[in-house]
């Protein structure tokens, strides 16, 4: 829970020094796999301010700094660089499976959940 805290508030302040937009642009449209690119590349990349696409440094450095930051609480068989570079993976591929999730969530919510009555 502290990592992900750590990582958030990490994120929210490159966010602003950055000036990145963090949050996720849905696309909503489109095959299945672009979909799914689409959704994997906006973990990677980010909207500035001014509209442009460009690395989502805000994303990547705050997961970092978190991820850093938890070698400092971790007992020390649980410390070191793999297992940091581990949880930095972890981490990204969590933002992925929420990005998906963002991306496909409102479609499988329709779905399965407003089906229309059929004679209606």
Same mark, same amino acid.
């Given at each position: ?12 302040g490159?966010c ?7 949050r ?12 799914? #690119?689409?959704?994997?590349a906006?973990q ?12 989502n ?6 997961? #970092? ?12 068989p649980e410390?070191?660089l793999?297992?940091t ?14 990005? #998906? ?20």
């Amino acid at each position: 829970m502290v990592d992900s805290v750590t990582s958030g508030l990490a994120s929210s302040g490159f966010c602003v020094v950055l000036k990145q937009d963090p949050r996720y642009f849905r696309l909503g449209e489109g095959s299945t796999i672009h979909r799914t #690119l689409y959704s994997v590349a906006q973990q990677l990349s980010a909207k500035s301010d001014k509209g442009q696409r460009q690395v989502n440094w805000s994303n990547i450095l705050g997961m #970092l700094v978190g991820t850093v930051l938890s070698n400092t609480y971790y007992p020390r068989p649980e410390r070191g660089l793999g297992l940091t570079v581990n949880r930095f993976g972890v981490g990204l591929a969590w933002g992925v499976t929420g990005g #998906l999730a963002d991306e496909f969530w409102p479609d499988i919510d329709r779905r399965l959940f407003h089906k229309k009555k059929t004679g209606q």
